[in-house]
C-alpha cells in the first residue's frame, strides 16, 4: 500500500518545501544554491502554485503513512510542461519514494488528455548526479548527450547529460 499522494502544490506547503530547499544535500545538483531563507522558499513556491502546470504536470508529493499527519517530502514534474525535475527531503532517500512517486507520475501523465500533444520529456542533469541518472534510466530515459559548462551554480560550471523519453507507442528511431 503506497502513502504517496502526487497533488497540486499550496502555499501552505511552504515550512515543508523549505525543508527540503534549504538542505545542501538535496540542493547539491539543483540550479541555485540551498534557501537560506524561508522567503526565497515562498517565493520559488509561490511561483510554482501560480503556474499553469501546477498540478496538471508539476506536483508537491505528499507522504501520510496512517500513523503521522501528511507531509510534504518532495517535487516532481515539468519544467514549462517538458523537461522533469525532481527533489525528495533526505530524511526519504533510500526507501523507493521517488520510484513510487515517478511510477504514479508516469502513469497519470501518459493516460492524460490534457497532456496528450506531450510527444517526449528531457532531462537536463549534471553528470555527477548517478542516483538521478540511475532513477531516469529505470523509466525508459536514453542519454541524447553531453554539453560541457552549460549552468553556473552555487557548485560553479556544471556539464549537462541530456537524456529523453518519448511517449509510449511512439518512436523517431
Known sequence: MTYLKLRAALVGDLVDFHEFFSDKDVMRYWSNAPHKELAQTEKYLCGMVDSKWNGRCDFAIEYAPSSTPPK?????????????????????????????????????LWSNKAMQDLQAIVADVDPRNSACIGLLKKFGFEEKGYREKTWETHLGWCDSLDLTIERPGTSSK
Not at 522533469?84 to 533510500?94: K, P, Q, R, T, V
Open 72 to 108: 510534504v517530502i518532495g517535487k516532481l514534474g515539468l519544467w514549462d510542461g517538458h523537461e522533469i525535475g525532481f527533489m525528495l527531503n533526505h530524511d526519504y532517500w533510500s526507501q523507493g519514494l521517488m520510484k513510487e512517486a515517478m511510477r504514479q507520475f508516469f502513469d497519470d
